[in-house]
């Protein structure tokens, strides 16, 4: 079986924050325990799959940008996952979808498959952040079809029916980052392939 190389790149929900971290360094402060992480989720659902996970809690996606380089070697999928913290730190999700948008670039340049996940809901910024998050959501959404990249659901698979613009209760541990369930939903119901891959066949 060939196996696919999955690299994500993005902040604290890629990293698997607050349960698991990739850095070992890191780990010593933000837990051991690898169920934290949807690509964990995603990888159990899918055997093909051997994931990659480059996420560092708290960075914008300027920052994230800085880090593809180092990210994308032997990848064959790149995740390009962030924005919350530009919304955290007030920046614009005009600019934040610019550098979301550079790095699908760079990535289709490479010849690698791209997913683009959308921005969690976050309860302890609601309501205030609530319109910003949905803002950069669309621009997100939009940008998967002018792109022809597959956008995850993560907003919608863990938002609360009951309480629009934010998570379940049982999906998060803090407020802010998915918990070892809420990261098990975004793993086995949001995460699916890109429909297809240069060279590839990925049914």
Known sequence: MEKLVVVGLGDSITAGNPGWD??????LSEGDDPTSQYLYWAAQADSRLEVRNHGVGGERTDEI?????????GADVLIVQGGINDIVQGVAPELAIEHLRTMVHRAKERGLGVLLPDV??????????????????DLIHALGA??????????????????????????????????????????????????????????
């Open 65 to 73: 940008l800085a880090r593809f380089d180092s990210a994308v070697p």
């Open 146 to 203: 002018s792109e022809h990249v597959k956008v995850l659901p993560f907003h919608d698979t863990l938002e609360d029916p009951d309480r629009p613009g934010r998570m379940r209760e049982e999906w998060t541990p803090d407020g802010n980052h998915p918990s070892v369930e809420g990261h098990r939903r975004l793993g086995e119901q949001a995460f699916s392939l890109p429909d297809s891959l240069p060279g590839r066949d990925v049914t």
């Open 22 to 27: 990739p850095d070992p360094v890191r780990r």
């Open 120 to 137: 969690l809901p976050w309860n302890k910024g609601w309501p205030e952040a609530e319109p910003r998050i949905r803002r950069l959501n």
